[in-house]
C-alpha cells in the first residue's frame, strides 16, 4: 500500500505507483490527472482559473488549468515519460451556486473544463474519461497502480473513470 | 501579493467595526429563530486561499453555504457557511420540519436564503451607517455540498487577484442546553482594492 498524496488548491504533485494522489472538495475547481501507464507514473493539478490574468505573473503556476498541464507535462518527462504515452482524465468544474452564473456556459466551472480539453487537445494529449460539470462538489482519487480516477460525490455517489 | 499588511491599529479598527457589524446580524438571528445567539469576537485572519476549506471544518464536510456579494462603495463577498447539522436545526426553527437527506425544499432552501440576506444585511447596514458608506447586498445564493467546493466558487473572484483572502469571521452558537446548538461560520471577504476604502473610512470614525 502507498501512500495517499493530497493536493491542495491551486496545487499539483506527480507520483508513481504504489502511491494515490487525492484531491478533496473540488467545486468549480478542475481536477487534471495525467497518466503514464507504461512507468505507473502520473500526476493530479487542482486548479481554480482556466488560465493566467493579462501581464500577470503567477507565484502557483498551477492555479491555472493552462499552468497546471504545461508543469505537469514537464515534470513527467523529466522523470522520464513520454508525451506519446500520456493520458489524461479530467473531473469536477461543477457550477455550486445555482444562479450565480445564468448561462451556465460562461460559469468559471464550464471555462475551466473547455481550458482543460483545450490544452489537451494542443498538445495532443489522449483525454479518455471525464466526470465534469453539474451542481455537486467531488473528490477525487487517482490510483496511480491502475491509472483508474475514482470521483466521490454526496448527490451521486462513487464511480470510477 | 496585493494585500497590504496591516498594521494593529489598522487590525482593532477593523475588528471594532466587525464586532458591531456581527453583532447586529446575531440579533437579527435570535429574533429569527426565537433563540439567543451568541457571538465570539470575530477573529480577522490573512489565510492562504488553499487554507480556506479547512478553515470550515474540512473540505469534505457536508455544510449549507449561502453567499451575497457587497455592492456600493465597497466590494467583496459574504459568506455563512452552517454544517449540516445546524443547518437542520435552523430549517426545524424556521419552517417546522427537517429536510429529507441532501435536497431541500423550495421553502427550505429560501428560508436559509432568507436568513443569509437577513445577516448580510444587518451587518452591512451597521457597517455602513458606522462608515458612511452605503452598503448593498445582492441576492443570497445557496449551496449544500462538501466544503471545499462550496468554498471554491467564492474563491475564485479573490485568487484572480492573488494568493490571500483577508476574512474576517466569527462563529456564533445557540444557548440552550437541551437543543442541539446551532455552529456557523460567518465571513466576509473584502476584494482586495476595497480593503483601503475601508480602512481609510474607519479612521474617520475612530479618529486613528
Known sequence: ?161 | MTLVPLNDVQLDALKEISNIGMGHAATALSQLIGQTVHLKVPRITIADIADMPELVGGAEEVVVGITLQIFGDARGTILLIFPRESATQLLVRLVGKKPEDLIFDELSASALKELGNILASAYLSALGGLLHMTLIPSIPLLAYDMAGAVVDNVLIELSQEGDLALMVETEFHGQSPDDEVIRGHFMILPDPRTLDVLLEAGKGSYGG
Not at chain 1, 87 to 112: D, H, Q, V, Y
Open chain 1, 1 to 161: 500500500m502507498g501512500d495517499k498524496l493530497r493536493v491542495g488548491i491551486s496545487d499539483f504533485q506527480v507520483a508513481r505507483a504504489p502511491d494515490i494522489l487525492v484531491s478533496y472538495g473540488l467545486g468549480s475547481c478542475l481536477g487534471i490527472v495525467l497518466y503514464d501507464a507504461r512507468l505507473q507514473l502520473g500526476g493530479l493539478a487542482h486548479s481554480l482559473l482556466p488560465g493566467a490574468r493579462l501581464g500577470g505573473v503567477e507565484s502557483r503556476p498551477a492555479k491555472h488549468v493552462e499552468g497546471a498541464i504545461r508543469l505537469m507535462v514537464e515534470k513527467l518527462l523529466a522523470a522520464g515519460s513520454d508525451l506519446r504515452y500520456l493520458t489524461a482524465k479530467l473531473a469536477g468544474g461543477a457550477n455550486m451556486f445555482e444562479s450565480l452564473n445564468p448561462g451556465a456556459e460562461e460559469g468559471i466551472g464550464a471555462r475551466n473544463i473547455s481550458m482543460g480539453r483545450k490544452v489537451l487537445a494542443q498538445m495532443e494529449i489522449p483525454l479518455l474519461a471525464e466526470d465534469v460539470g453539474g451542481q455537486h462538489g467531488r473528490t477525487i482519487e487517482f490510483d496511480l497502480a491502475t491509472g483508474l480516477l475514482r470521483v466521490r460525490s454526496l448527490r451521486v455517489g462513487e464511480i470510477t473513470i
